[in-house]
């Protein structure tokens, strides 16, 4: 089994559709929605965690792209900018994953995209905007 996090963009005609009852019924993959943003008639945005047989989640992605659903990996949703941080440590215990952790020794904090699930909480409590979300 192998899992991938990646961010779907619906086209507002698309928003409406079964797409995720699909991914789930016709290719057998379990489909973990993390966050979404879905509106009728709106473009529309959804973080998820994909599992399945690699045939699977291939054969998923292609539906996905045949249906003009937008695919891109997680890992450029959140980004760190770690030349305005100053490593106050604000965002560490607010991330529910660990994705944002800190350094005993050099007192740094640290961003691991493969932990994150685009909660946004450390979005909110960073002080000086050393954390950014595209969703």
């Known amino acids: 089994m192998k899992k991938k996090k990646v961010v779907l ?18 290719h057998g993959l ?3 929605i993390l966050r979404a943003a879905i509106d009728p008639g709106k473009l529309g945005r959804m ?4 599992t399945g047989e690699e045939s699977r989640l291939s054969g998923g992605t292609a539906y996905l792209e045949r249906q003009g659903i ?3 990996p997680l890992a450029g ?12 440590t604000a965002c560490v215990p ?11 020794e050099t007192w740094m904090v640290s961003y691991d995209a493969d932990r994150c699930v685009v909660c946004l909480s450390c979005v909110d409590v960073c002080p000086y905007r050393a954390i950014v979300s595209h969703f």
């Open 9 to 26: 963009t619906f086209p507002p005609s698309s928003v409406e559709d079964p797409i995720i009852y699909h991914l789930i019924s016709d």
């Open 30 to 32: 379990k489909v973990n």
């Open 47 to 50: 973080v998820v965690e994909l």
């Open 70 to 72: 937008g695919i891109e």
């Open 77 to 88: 949703e959140i980004r760190h900018l770690e030349d305005q941080c100053t490593s106050c």
């Open 94 to 104: 607010v991330c529910p994953t660990g994705a944002l952790d800190v350094n005993r």
